[in-house]
């Protein structure tokens, strides 16, 4: 399983404080116990880090995400597609929709639960036959040479 396979991930979050990474791994624990046989896809970019969950290894497939700045936001690549009952989810975009994480205290764990798994059944019913599906694995997808992060 790939959630034991975090050495690239912590290599990433190095730059980041202490609650930032304590926050992003906990968080990325939390999608990996609900989601095991989905894939982690790393992206760790000139201006965040960024990691999800998807069905392969493309980055269309994926349902949800963390990025990490000097705050941490939990989102879904397709969100305005899911219910959002409590309006909790922000976002003008056409498709991403997020909440900013300030630590893992005031985290809505449950009612994300819900949202994650009606995000993860969309995208099972947009994965194409033709998508090599690969499963449980963590793939870094792109690393930025240069980084220009505000903290």
């Not at 304590?22 to 609900?34: C, G, H, I, P, Y």
């Amino acid at each position: 399983m790939a959630k034991e396979h975090n050495h690239d991930l912590i290599r990433f979050l190095e730059p980041f404080p202490a609650k930032i990474q304590e926050t992003a791994l906990w968080l990325r624990d939390f999608v990996w116990d609900l989601y095991p046989e989905s894939n982690e896809l790393i992206y760790d970019n000139y201006n965040a880090l960024a990691f999800g969950w998807g069905l392969s290894d493309r980055l269309g497939d994926v349902f949800c995400s963390i990025a990490c700045y000097k705050s941490i936001n939990f989102g879904f690549n397709r969100g305005n597609e899911i219910a959002d009952p409590q309006k909790m989810l922000l976002g003008n975009g056409n498709v991403y929709r997020y909440i900013k994480v300030p630590g893992i205290e005031t985290f809505p764990k449950e009612y994300m639960q819900l949202l994650l798994n009606e995000a993860y059944v969309n995208a099972v019913s947009r994965l194409e036959y033709s998508t090599k599906k690969v499963t449980g694995q963590t793939i870094v997808k792109s690393i930025s040479p240069k980084k220009r992060r505000p903290f």
